[in-house]
Each structure stands twice: as structure tokens, then as C-alpha cells.
């Protein structure tokens, strides 16, 4: 169940105002690292609007993902943001979360879904691990932080 965090793909205080230019952002660098296949980040944008990503935590994040159809490798793009963007609640469409953080999710075996995400509400319920990706000033320092949280020893 190896993922591939890297500081490529973490942009830091992202400056875009709108969800879609902040998850084509972030899908850049998955494409960039070969990581994805054509359709993907248009197949995002379309599943986030049947099925919304937005999380009230404690520090509001969005976790956006779509099919393994779409991705070579798995991968994970982190960005945070300058200003909040709105995002509908997961589960609760009618709400709007203003995530400060978002997750771009790409897996490649549909089977790592459901232990990846386990992993990731472990940080979304913890302030200080959601504090530390927010307040992050260093692309490489929070790739070893999220390597540290999210992976196992010896795994990608």
C-alpha cells in the first residue's frame, strides 16, 4: 500500500480562491511525476460535484479523490491556503466547509481506499498534526512530517 509523498507534490500557502484552480494546481505535479492519467483531474472536479469532499475538523480540509481507473501510481498532493475555499460537506451537501487544506488523493488499487482514508481521519482528528500541515513553511519538512504520519516504515 505504498504512496508516493514527495515535497513536489506540497504547494504552501496556494494562493488560488476557487477549488477547481486549487485541485488543477495540485493535479499538476501528479501528472508532472507521471503519477496519473489523462481524464483525472477533469474526473475529480466532476466527482466533487456528486460527491463532496469538504470536512468539518478542526482545521476545515477537503480530501479529493477519483477512480483507479484514472492513476498509474499512488500519490498523494497536498496544498494549503492563503484564504479558505468553500467546499461542500462530505455526506452533507447542503453545508460548506471553508477547507484551509486540501488533499488530492490518487489511488491506483481501489482496495487501498478505504485503509488510506482510516489513515488520513487519524490526522484529520488530531489538531496539532492538522496545525503542523497548515502552518508549514517548508515543502521538504512537511513531506517527512506526512511520511512519518501517514506511512509505514520502509514503504515509499
Keep these: 500500500m505504498a504512496i508516493l ?3 513536489r507534490l506540497i504547494h504552501l500557502g496556494m494562493a488560488e480562491t476557487a477549488k477547481d484552480a486549487a485541485i488543477r494546481k495540485l493535479a499538476r505535479g501528479l501528472y508532472d511525476l507521471d ?4 481524464g483525472y483531474v477533469e474526473n475529480v472536479l466532476a466527482r466533487e460535484e ?3 469532499t469538504g470536512l468539518p475538523t478542526s ?8 477512480e483507479a481507473r484514472f492513476v498509474r501510481r499512488s500519490a498523494l498532493a497536498v496544498g494549503t491556503l492563503a484564504t479558505p475555499i468553500p467546499f461542500q460537506e462530505m455526506g452533507t451537501p447542503e453545508r ?5 487544506i486540501i ?9 487501498d481506499q478505504v485503509p488510506w482514508l482510516k489513515k ?16 508549514a513553511t517548508d ?8 511520511k512519518s504520519t501517514l506511512q509505514e516504515p520502509g514503504t515509499a
Design 96 to 100: 460548506q466547509v471553508d477547507a484551509e
Design 120 to 135: 488520513m481521519a487519524g490526522v484529520f482528528k488530531d489538531r496539532a498534526a492538522l496545525a503542523a500541515i497548515r502552518d
Design 59 to 66: 482545521i476545515p480540509v477537503a480530501v479529493c479523490h477519483t
Design 103 to 111: 488533499f488530492l488523493l490518487a489511488l491506483a488499487d481501489p482496495k
Design 50 to 52: 456528486t460527491y463532496p
Design 139 to 146: 515543502p521538504r519538512a512537511l513531506e517527512a512530517f506526512l
Design 5 to 7: 509523498i514527495s515535497e
Design 35 to 38: 503519477c496519473v492519467l489523462e
